[in-house]
Protein backbone atom coordinates (compact mmCIF):
# COMPACT_ATOMS: atom_id res chain seq x y z
CA UNK A 1 0.00 0.00 0.00
CA UNK A 2 1.33 3.28 -0.65
CA UNK A 3 2.41 5.09 2.44
CA UNK A 4 1.60 8.85 3.40
CA UNK A 5 3.04 11.23 6.27
CA UNK A 6 0.16 12.59 7.12
CA UNK A 7 1.76 15.92 8.99
CA UNK A 8 3.65 16.74 5.42
CA UNK A 9 -0.35 16.78 3.90
CA UNK A 10 -2.42 19.64 3.56
CA UNK A 11 -5.97 19.70 4.67
CA UNK A 12 -7.45 19.18 0.90
CA UNK A 13 -4.32 16.50 0.38
CA UNK A 14 -5.58 15.06 3.93
CA UNK A 15 -9.13 15.26 2.22
CA UNK A 16 -8.53 13.73 -0.56
CA UNK A 17 -6.33 10.96 0.74
CA UNK A 18 -9.03 9.58 2.85
CA UNK A 19 -11.54 9.20 -0.57
CA UNK A 20 -13.48 6.22 -0.75
CA UNK A 21 -12.89 3.01 -3.42
CA UNK A 22 -13.59 5.16 -7.19
CA UNK A 23 -16.09 2.30 -7.36
CA UNK A 24 -18.32 4.06 -5.21
CA UNK A 25 -20.73 6.74 -6.25
CA UNK A 26 -21.52 5.37 -9.66
CA UNK A 27 -24.06 8.03 -10.69
CA UNK A 28 -25.99 5.52 -12.65
CA UNK A 29 -26.43 3.13 -9.47
CA UNK A 30 -29.39 4.84 -8.04
CA UNK A 31 -31.46 4.48 -11.37
CA UNK A 32 -31.01 1.39 -11.22
CA UNK A 33 -31.65 0.36 -8.23
CA UNK A 34 -34.95 2.61 -8.64
CA UNK A 35 -36.13 0.68 -11.37
CA UNK A 36 -35.38 -2.98 -9.04
CA UNK A 37 -37.50 -1.28 -6.51
CA UNK A 38 -40.53 -0.24 -8.36
CA UNK A 39 -40.43 -3.43 -9.90
CA UNK A 40 -40.82 -5.30 -6.81
CA UNK A 41 -43.28 -2.93 -5.27
CA UNK A 42 -45.52 -3.52 -8.27
CA UNK A 43 -45.71 -6.97 -9.26
CA UNK A 44 -44.32 -8.93 -5.92
CA UNK A 45 -43.10 -12.24 -6.57
CA UNK A 46 -43.13 -12.86 -10.14
CA UNK A 47 -40.29 -9.49 -10.09
CA UNK A 48 -38.24 -11.44 -7.62
CA UNK A 49 -38.57 -14.72 -9.59
CA UNK A 50 -37.01 -12.66 -12.46
CA UNK A 51 -34.49 -11.38 -10.38
CA UNK A 52 -33.33 -14.14 -8.59
CA UNK A 53 -32.83 -15.42 -12.55
CA UNK A 54 -31.24 -12.93 -14.06
CA UNK A 55 -28.79 -12.01 -11.55
CA UNK A 56 -27.42 -15.31 -9.52
CA UNK A 57 -29.16 -17.57 -12.00
CA UNK A 58 -31.51 -19.30 -9.64
CA UNK A 59 -35.32 -20.59 -11.42
CA UNK A 60 -37.49 -19.78 -8.33
CA UNK A 61 -40.47 -21.23 -10.37
CA UNK A 62 -38.29 -24.81 -10.78
CA UNK A 63 -35.99 -25.15 -7.94
CA UNK A 64 -39.10 -24.32 -5.48
CA UNK A 65 -40.74 -21.54 -3.51
CA UNK A 66 -38.55 -18.59 -1.98
CA UNK A 67 -38.89 -19.72 1.38
CA UNK A 68 -36.77 -22.62 2.43
CA UNK A 69 -39.47 -25.37 3.98
CA UNK A 70 -38.15 -27.28 6.90
CA UNK A 71 -36.70 -30.15 4.74
CA UNK A 72 -34.39 -28.43 3.05
CA UNK A 73 -33.37 -26.82 6.00
CA UNK A 74 -32.75 -29.93 7.96
CA UNK A 75 -30.88 -31.26 4.73
CA UNK A 76 -28.78 -28.26 4.25
CA UNK A 77 -27.62 -28.49 8.25
CA UNK A 78 -26.34 -32.12 7.70
CA UNK A 79 -24.46 -31.10 5.22
CA UNK A 80 -21.99 -28.49 7.56
CA UNK A 81 -19.39 -30.70 8.52
CA UNK A 82 -18.77 -31.03 12.93
CA UNK A 83 -16.17 -28.67 12.77
CA UNK A 84 -17.94 -25.92 11.33
CA UNK A 85 -20.66 -26.72 13.81
CA UNK A 86 -18.35 -26.38 16.70
CA UNK A 87 -16.99 -23.75 15.40
CA UNK A 88 -20.53 -21.61 15.25
CA UNK A 89 -21.49 -22.79 18.17
CA UNK A 90 -18.38 -21.37 19.97
CA UNK A 91 -18.80 -17.94 18.34
CA UNK A 92 -22.75 -18.10 19.31
CA UNK A 93 -21.65 -19.01 23.03
CA UNK A 94 -19.51 -15.48 22.93
CA UNK A 95 -22.20 -13.48 21.15
CA UNK A 96 -25.18 -14.23 22.91
CA UNK A 97 -22.92 -13.67 26.71
CA UNK A 98 -21.71 -10.23 25.12
CA UNK A 99 -24.93 -9.28 23.51
CA UNK A 100 -27.30 -10.81 26.73
CA UNK A 101 -25.36 -8.65 28.99
CA UNK A 102 -26.40 -5.67 27.22
CA UNK A 103 -29.94 -5.71 28.27
CA UNK A 104 -31.29 -2.66 29.45
CA UNK A 105 -32.98 -2.42 32.58
CA UNK A 106 -36.03 -0.05 32.73
CA UNK A 107 -36.04 3.45 35.11
CA UNK A 108 -39.28 3.74 36.93
CA UNK A 109 -38.71 6.64 39.12
CA UNK A 110 -41.17 9.52 40.98
CA UNK A 111 -39.39 12.75 40.33
CA UNK A 112 -41.31 14.69 43.11
CA UNK A 113 -44.68 14.14 44.00
CA UNK A 114 -46.74 13.45 41.09
CA UNK A 115 -43.93 13.31 38.78
CA UNK A 116 -43.34 9.94 37.42
CA UNK A 117 -40.68 9.68 34.64
CA UNK A 118 -40.11 6.24 33.03
CA UNK A 119 -37.31 5.34 30.70
CA UNK A 120 -38.39 1.91 28.49
CA UNK A 121 -36.96 -0.19 25.56
CA UNK A 122 -39.23 -2.24 23.43
CA UNK A 123 -37.87 -4.49 20.57
CA UNK A 124 -38.32 -4.07 16.94
CA UNK A 125 -41.54 -6.34 15.87
CA UNK A 126 -40.53 -7.74 12.60
CA UNK A 127 -37.01 -7.14 11.24
CA UNK A 128 -35.18 -8.50 8.09
CA UNK A 129 -31.55 -9.58 8.45
CA UNK A 130 -29.61 -9.36 5.03
CA UNK A 131 -26.66 -12.31 4.40
CA UNK A 132 -24.74 -11.49 1.50
CA UNK A 133 -23.56 -15.13 -0.17
CA UNK A 134 -21.84 -15.27 -3.10
CA UNK A 135 -18.45 -16.20 -3.09
CA UNK A 136 -17.74 -15.77 0.40
CA UNK A 137 -20.52 -16.21 2.25
CA UNK A 138 -20.87 -14.34 5.90
CA UNK A 139 -21.78 -16.83 8.23
CA UNK A 140 -20.57 -14.18 10.87
CA UNK A 141 -23.22 -12.11 10.26
CA UNK A 142 -25.59 -14.26 11.00
CA UNK A 143 -24.66 -14.68 14.16
CA UNK A 144 -24.14 -10.69 15.02
CA UNK A 145 -27.65 -10.00 13.45
CA UNK A 146 -29.73 -13.16 14.68
CA UNK A 147 -28.86 -13.69 17.91
CA UNK A 148 -29.23 -10.10 19.53
CA UNK A 149 -32.58 -9.65 17.56
CA UNK A 150 -33.16 -13.02 19.18
CA UNK A 151 -32.40 -11.62 23.10
CA UNK A 152 -34.00 -8.24 22.31
CA UNK A 153 -36.99 -10.41 22.14
CA UNK A 154 -37.94 -9.18 18.50
CA UNK A 155 -41.22 -11.08 17.24
CA UNK A 156 -40.52 -11.85 13.75
CA UNK A 157 -36.87 -12.61 12.52
CA UNK A 158 -36.51 -12.56 8.55
CA UNK A 159 -33.57 -13.64 6.81
CA UNK A 160 -32.67 -12.86 3.31
CA UNK A 161 -29.76 -14.15 0.98
CA UNK A 162 -28.62 -14.38 -2.33
CA UNK A 163 -29.43 -18.10 -3.62
CA UNK A 164 -28.47 -20.90 -3.56
CA UNK A 165 -27.70 -20.03 0.03
CA UNK A 166 -24.51 -21.66 1.38
CA UNK A 167 -25.17 -24.62 3.82
CA UNK A 168 -23.26 -22.96 6.62
CA UNK A 169 -25.73 -20.11 6.90
CA UNK A 170 -28.64 -21.89 6.73
CA UNK A 171 -27.27 -24.17 9.25
CA UNK A 172 -26.54 -20.52 11.27
CA UNK A 173 -29.44 -19.50 11.28
CA UNK A 174 -31.44 -21.96 12.08
CA UNK A 175 -28.91 -22.18 15.14
CA UNK A 176 -30.48 -18.87 16.27
CA UNK A 177 -33.66 -19.61 16.18
CA UNK A 178 -34.24 -18.45 12.76
CA UNK A 179 -37.76 -19.92 10.93
CA UNK A 180 -38.06 -17.79 8.18
CA UNK A 181 -35.43 -18.25 5.89
CA UNK A 182 -35.73 -16.92 1.85
CA UNK A 183 -33.62 -17.36 -1.33
CA UNK A 184 -33.56 -14.09 -2.35
CA UNK A 185 -30.47 -11.43 -2.68
CA UNK A 186 -29.21 -7.87 -3.79
CA UNK A 187 -31.68 -4.98 -4.04
CA UNK A 188 -34.44 -7.08 -4.78
CA UNK A 189 -34.65 -8.42 -1.41
CA UNK A 190 -34.26 -4.96 0.37
CA UNK A 191 -37.42 -3.88 -1.83
CA UNK A 192 -39.09 -7.39 -0.81
CA UNK A 193 -38.46 -6.95 2.97
CA UNK A 194 -39.38 -3.60 2.79
CA UNK A 195 -42.63 -3.17 0.54
CA UNK A 196 -43.71 -7.28 1.47
CA UNK A 197 -44.77 -9.37 -1.47
CA UNK A 198 -47.12 -12.90 -1.76
CA UNK A 199 -44.15 -15.07 -0.09
CA UNK A 200 -41.99 -12.23 1.88
CA UNK A 201 -43.19 -9.93 4.52
CA UNK A 202 -42.77 -6.63 5.39
CA UNK A 203 -40.72 -5.69 8.08
CA UNK A 204 -39.99 -2.75 10.46
CA UNK A 205 -35.92 -2.69 9.88
CA UNK A 206 -33.93 -3.71 7.58
CA UNK A 207 -29.85 -4.79 9.27
CA UNK A 208 -27.19 -6.28 7.54
CA UNK A 209 -24.83 -5.51 5.00
CA UNK A 210 -24.02 -5.55 1.09
CA UNK A 211 -22.56 -4.65 -1.77
CA UNK A 212 -23.09 -1.45 -4.10
CA UNK A 213 -27.01 -2.13 -4.67
CA UNK A 214 -27.85 -3.66 -1.59
CA UNK A 215 -26.15 -0.17 0.22
CA UNK A 216 -28.26 2.26 -2.13
CA UNK A 217 -31.41 0.20 -2.12
CA UNK A 218 -31.72 0.58 2.27
CA UNK A 219 -30.73 4.19 1.09
CA UNK A 220 -33.92 4.35 -1.17
CA UNK A 221 -36.11 2.63 0.75
CA UNK A 222 -35.81 4.34 4.19
CA UNK A 223 -36.69 7.00 2.30
CA UNK A 224 -39.35 5.68 0.20
CA UNK A 225 -42.43 7.24 0.57
CA UNK A 226 -45.06 3.41 -0.34
CA UNK A 227 -43.12 2.35 3.10
CA UNK A 228 -42.40 2.64 6.19
CA UNK A 229 -39.40 0.88 6.92
CA UNK A 230 -36.08 2.25 8.50
CA UNK A 231 -32.57 0.67 7.90
CA UNK A 232 -29.48 0.29 10.55
CA UNK A 233 -27.43 2.13 9.03
CA UNK A 234 -26.15 3.51 5.32
CA UNK A 235 -23.10 1.40 5.33
CA UNK A 236 -20.94 1.41 2.35
CA UNK A 237 -18.32 -2.03 1.08
CA UNK A 238 -16.32 -3.62 3.54
CA UNK A 239 -14.09 -1.20 5.35
CA UNK A 240 -11.44 -1.48 8.31
CA UNK A 241 -9.41 1.00 9.57
CA UNK A 242 -6.02 -0.44 11.92
CA UNK A 243 -4.07 1.78 14.37
CA UNK A 244 -0.58 0.62 15.33
CA UNK A 245 2.06 0.96 17.25
CA UNK A 246 5.84 0.18 17.61
CA UNK A 247 4.74 -2.63 19.46
CA UNK A 248 2.64 -3.97 16.74
CA UNK A 249 2.79 -7.45 14.98
CA UNK A 250 3.18 -6.91 10.96
CA UNK A 251 1.51 -10.37 10.73
CA UNK A 252 -1.29 -9.47 12.26
CA UNK A 253 -2.53 -6.32 11.06
CA UNK A 254 -1.73 -7.99 7.54
CA UNK A 255 -4.35 -10.45 7.62
CA UNK A 256 -6.46 -7.84 9.90
CA UNK A 257 -6.08 -5.97 6.68
CA UNK A 258 -6.95 -8.76 4.18
CA UNK A 259 -9.81 -10.15 5.89
CA UNK A 260 -11.80 -7.00 4.81
CA UNK A 261 -9.76 -6.60 1.54
CA UNK A 262 -11.10 -9.63 0.12
CA UNK A 263 -14.74 -8.81 0.69
CA UNK A 264 -14.58 -7.05 -2.63
CA UNK A 265 -12.89 -4.63 -5.03
CA UNK A 266 -14.36 -2.02 -3.85
CA UNK A 267 -13.56 -2.29 -0.35
CA UNK A 268 -10.85 -0.12 1.22
CA UNK A 269 -8.59 -1.11 3.78
CA UNK A 270 -6.33 1.83 5.80
CA UNK A 271 -3.28 1.18 8.69
CA UNK A 272 -2.22 4.47 10.70
CA UNK A 273 1.00 4.20 12.53
CA UNK A 274 3.41 6.15 14.16
CA UNK A 275 6.24 4.01 13.08
CA UNK A 276 7.73 3.86 9.74
CA UNK A 277 9.41 0.30 10.58
CA UNK A 278 5.87 -1.10 10.92
CA UNK A 279 4.31 0.50 7.70
CA UNK A 280 7.03 -0.79 5.85
CA UNK A 281 6.76 -4.40 7.28
CA UNK A 282 2.97 -4.58 6.84
CA UNK A 283 3.41 -3.73 3.06
CA UNK A 284 5.88 -7.01 3.10
CA UNK A 285 3.11 -9.06 5.11
CA UNK A 286 0.55 -8.27 2.89
CA UNK A 287 2.96 -9.52 -0.32
CA UNK A 288 3.47 -12.65 1.26
CA UNK A 289 0.13 -13.38 2.18
CA UNK A 290 -1.94 -11.98 -0.36
CA UNK A 291 0.23 -14.30 -2.66
CA UNK A 292 -1.35 -17.46 -0.45
CA UNK A 293 -5.17 -15.97 -0.57
CA UNK A 294 -7.77 -17.96 -2.59
CA UNK A 295 -9.33 -14.31 -3.30
CA UNK A 296 -6.49 -12.83 -4.64
CA UNK A 297 -7.67 -10.94 -7.24
CA UNK A 298 -10.21 -9.13 -5.25
CA UNK A 299 -7.91 -8.33 -2.51
CA UNK A 300 -5.27 -7.00 -4.96
CA UNK A 301 -7.53 -5.10 -6.47
CA UNK A 302 -9.42 -3.47 -3.45
CA UNK A 303 -5.56 -2.62 -1.62
CA UNK A 304 -5.03 -0.25 -5.34
CA UNK A 305 -7.46 2.06 -3.03
CA UNK A 306 -6.16 1.75 0.17
CA UNK A 307 -3.20 3.11 2.26
CA UNK A 308 -0.95 3.70 5.06
CA UNK A 309 -0.81 6.85 7.37
CA UNK A 310 2.44 7.76 9.37
CA UNK A 311 1.48 10.21 11.77
CA UNK A 312 3.22 11.74 14.70
CA UNK A 313 1.37 9.86 17.39
CA UNK A 314 -1.57 8.11 18.55
CA UNK A 315 -3.69 10.97 19.23
CA UNK A 316 -3.56 12.15 15.63
CA UNK A 317 -4.17 8.70 14.89
CA UNK A 318 -7.61 9.17 16.49
CA UNK A 319 -8.00 12.07 14.53
CA UNK A 320 -7.40 10.52 11.07
CA UNK A 321 -9.59 7.62 12.27
CA UNK A 322 -12.43 10.25 13.38
CA UNK A 323 -12.19 12.00 9.91
CA UNK A 324 -12.74 9.13 7.82
CA UNK A 325 -15.33 7.01 10.16
CA UNK A 326 -14.21 3.11 9.21
CA UNK A 327 -16.78 0.57 9.54
CA UNK A 328 -14.29 -1.40 11.23
CA UNK A 329 -12.02 -0.06 13.61
CA UNK A 330 -8.20 -2.15 15.29
CA UNK A 331 -6.22 -0.92 18.02
CA UNK A 332 -3.01 -2.78 18.14
CA UNK A 333 -1.36 -0.75 20.17
CA UNK A 334 1.16 -0.98 24.12
CA UNK A 335 -2.13 0.81 25.55
CA UNK A 336 -4.89 0.38 23.77
CA UNK A 337 -7.58 1.14 26.51
CA UNK A 338 -5.31 4.94 26.13
CA UNK A 339 -6.08 5.19 22.45
CA UNK A 340 -9.86 4.22 22.99
CA UNK A 341 -10.67 7.15 25.16
CA UNK A 342 -9.93 9.43 22.06
CA UNK A 343 -12.78 7.91 19.39
CA UNK A 344 -15.80 9.04 17.92
CA UNK A 345 -18.09 5.33 18.30
CA UNK A 346 -21.32 4.60 16.30
CA UNK A 347 -23.55 1.89 17.81
CA UNK A 348 -26.75 0.44 16.28
CA UNK A 349 -29.67 -1.68 18.19
CA UNK A 350 -32.86 -3.61 17.64
Known amino acids: MDILTWSTLSIAEQKDAL ?3 PLIGDSGLEQSV ?9 RGDAAIAEFNQKFDGFNSAKVGELRMGESEIAAACVRVSPELKAAIAKAMAN ?38 GGSAPLIST ?3 LALPAKIAGCEQRVLVSPPPINDAIIYAANACGIAEIYQVGGAQAIAALAFGTETIPAVDKIFGPGNRYVTEAKRLVSQDGRCTVSIDMPAGPSEVLVIADSDANCEFIAADLLSQAEHGPDSQVILVTDSQAIAAGVNE ?42 EHLIIQTRFPREVLKKFALRVQSF
Open 19 to 21: KRS
Open 34 to 42: RAILDAVAS
Open 95 to 132: IDAFHSAQQFSPIDMETEAGVRCELRSEPIEKVGLYIP
Open 142 to 144: VMM
Open 285 to 326: ALTRQLAALPRCDIAASALLSSRTFIVDNMLQAAQVSNQYGP
